[in-house]
């Protein structure tokens, strides 16, 4: 036995990391820019795959590699894309088998490997996965920026400039939103607000510039900004819709397993703490942070492909207790 390189990709960030089937334990992680083909095309996230597992496998020499799990950005969405992306990985991978699974996915896997539990993501965009007990894999939410993410880092950016375009036009009253908006853009005394349509932020079609916004509600919410903190009760009413409508979804009973990742569960005075009472109005419900990250769903579900069942829930557990992989 030799090493499982599982891989978490993302549109800006791909995490690799590999697990030494003999040792039982991490055996190093690298991280690179994204690999979502939809974004930069085949041939860079291919180049990056490449790079990514050469630099582990020259770190865990003589290690034979002996399986690839990609959590790939869109996986299941597009057949054609996914069909390519297969063919192209197969030809780097010649005689090693390479796993394709939706990166959701595998983060559902190392949150709750074998079990069932529903896990919740809010970063720059927002959707519910989850499992039951008999086996149904479901999702909701995750559609597009365009119509979806409801309660994501973007949607809150998106909600902020729609607020601050009100309070210019009189239509809302201006508040502190107004003020910190204006200085986040830098915006002069001198200058009117329509010069915020000529800031790189605003216009450069990024949806990470657009949810790093989610940084001025913050600060306005903890200065008392009521639009600020409605913004918030939103996304947070938002996020728990997609636990409620999964739940339903996948026919859940008793106390429902819920584990929340993402970048706006760390703002839990905002979003995860009203989340959380509004799950509670409605069912039993436990939320908590994943237990194992991507990566470690990667490796288990590689695992499981070339070893059965056991031989994952054995990976799985120990590196449950390997502090190194916490996080991956």
């Known amino acids: 036995m030799g090493i499982i390189i599982g891989i978490d990709g993302g549109g800006t960030k791909t995490r690799f990391a590999a697990y030494d089937l003999i040792e039982k334990k991490l055996a190093g992680n690298v991280v690179l820019e994204g690999t979502d083909y939809k974004q930069d095309g085949f041939d860079a996230v291919v180049e990056r795959v490449k790079t990514g597992t050469r630099a582990l496998l020259e770190a865990c020499q003589p ?32 005689q090693i088998p390479c796993f394709l699974y939706n990166d959701v996915y595998v983060a559902l896997e190392g949150a709750f490997y074998g079990t069932q539990g529903i896990l919740a993501v809010a970063g720059t965009g927002s ?14 939410g995750g559609w597009s920026e365009f119509f979806g993410d409801e309660g994501s880092g973007f949607w809150i950016g998106r909600q902020l ?14 508040s502190r939103l107004y003020e910190l908006t204006r200085a986040y853009f830098g915006l002069q005394p001198d200058e009117n607000d329509f010069q915020i349509l000529t ?18 509600v913050k600060q306005a919410a903890d200065q008392g900004d009521r639009q600020a903190r409605s913004i918030f009760d939103r996304a947070a009413g938002e996020i728990a819709g997609l636990i409620c409508a999964l739940r339903s979804k996948l026919n859940f009973q008793g106390i429902t397993p819920v584990a929340v990742s993402g970048g706006l569960f ?9 989340m959380t009472e509004i799950l509670q109005e409605r069912f039993e419900v436990s939320v908590s942070k994943p237990r194992l990250g991507p990566c470690c769903g990667a490796i288990a579900l590689a695992a499981e492909r070339i070893g059965g069942r056991g031989m994952a829930l054995s990976v799985y557990e120990a590196m449950s207790e390997d502090d190194g992989c916490r996080g991956l």
């Open 63 to 94: 290690s034979r590699l002996e399986a690839v799990c990609f959590g790939m950005p869109g996986y299941s969405e597009a057949p054609a894309g996914d069909e390519e992306m297969a063919r192209r990985l197969a030809e780097i991978f010649v």
């Open 266 to 274: 760390h703002m839990d005075q905002y979003i995860t703490r009203p």
């Open 161 to 174: 400039l729609e607020i601050f375009s009100k309070q210019s036009d009189g239509r809302l009253e201006k």
């Open 199 to 216: 800031r790189a932020e605003c216009n450069s079609g990024s949806r990470a510039a657009t949810a790093a916004l989610n940084m001025v």
């Open 127 to 140: 959707l519910a996965y989850g499992r039951n007990k008999a086996g149904l894999v479901d999702r909701c």
